[in-house]
């Protein structure tokens, strides 16, 4: 392979590109979870109250669940055009280690579905009536958390390739698995709310981010090679 | 090699199924004897509790439960890590079985927990962190029994699945610490503790007897339901049409 001088590196970038250009090419693709993201913190103020204190204490976990469940709607995209035009077994064919392939695919899909929920976090923060001092360490969290979700939802996303009903059984998968996430998030939110230092919750969400990150592409790689065969 | 020999022979599903068949009463009788004599000291002879009065008595069904939620998940994530690496179908298929028991020990711990919780703290559900953890536990279960019936190819649903539990155990610690940091109100362990378990003899033996009457329950069930496995996957082979002319 070496002759065709395409380092791990480049082999990487060459994926990342592909799959952040086909994203703007298929804006909908990004923009539908942000949507949904929003559209699931409104729905609070309407069934419950729209009374600002209440608000503002279910304003951590109205984000961070409406994160959780917008992240596994864009699972969908993830793995499973790939697999149905092709490119999945191309890349499994291509002589690079597939585990790392898949990471970068996973990093791509992390940038593409975590970041514009982190950049849309503000908004829906101060429509909750969260003061404004707090949105950094929110920002801060779903940066992290929502990398844990992508890394974490990719072995899910790999394992449901082979099944014909899969987006289901994909939640009942991720959902379990994704809880630590939500239980450190919404924690750290809640601590920069109240004003008090939030910096173990992040701390233990940046190990889970350095776990996942390091540990789920080589299950998520076993995973599409079951699903392929 | 000679001391492995055992090992290979279990990969021979003829071999497997008489075995599990010959072990079947030296394991199920046992449970049997332990479990009634468990329940026995501990619903009869035990004294009741300064504190909690008769209801403690439930702990002689839901921590057993509890203890077998966990080690049946670790049994099937070894059996399924095992069928990975090397290859062994029978693995897998002793990490299919184990499965639904340990889903429903898991469920016999939710809902003695759930009954316990009702005299003690005037409520039937809290969202205390061990029985958080027990139900994600359980969703866990619930999840890998989904995978493995989304394939409709043995061999790929026992190793997705199987993958799944691998992630799983990796997941659960996490989980559990996790759970605990963000709620506890659950008594702590009576048992296992550094300065010596925290229960009179009287009522810590029944205690133990029904450990170990669950635990060869759990293992008895597992050999039925291993042999179902291997009879449902080799149901085309000669030795078993050799087995029922026979």
Redesign the interface.
Known sequence: MSTLGTGLGRAAWLVFERDVRLAFRRWEQVTHPVVFFVMIATLFPLALSPETSLLRDIAPGVVWVAALLSSLLALETLLRADLEDGTLEQLTLSGQPLGWLLFAKTLAHWVLSGLPLVLAAPLVATALAAPGDAVGVLMLALFLGTGVLSFIGA?GAA??L????GSV?LS??V???A??VL??GA?ATDLAMRGEPAGGALM?LGA?LA?SVT?API?AS??VR??L? | MATWTWFHKLASPPYLYRTAGRLLPWLAIPAIVLTLAGAYGGLVRAPADYQQGEAFRIIYVHAPSAWLSLMAYTVMAAAAAVGLIWRMKLAHALAAATAPIGASFTLLCLATGSLWGRPMWGTWWVWDARLTSQLILFFLYLGYMALHSAYDDTQRADRAAGLLAVVGIVNVPIIHFSVYWWNTLHQGSTVLRADGPAMPPSMLVPLLVSFAGYTLGYAALACVRLRAEVLGRERNASWLQELGRG
């Open positions: 072995v394992l449901t082979g099944t014909r009903r059984l009942l998968l959902l379990p698995l809880m630590p239980i450190f924690r233990l889970m776990l540990l299950a076993t995973a079951i699903s065969e």
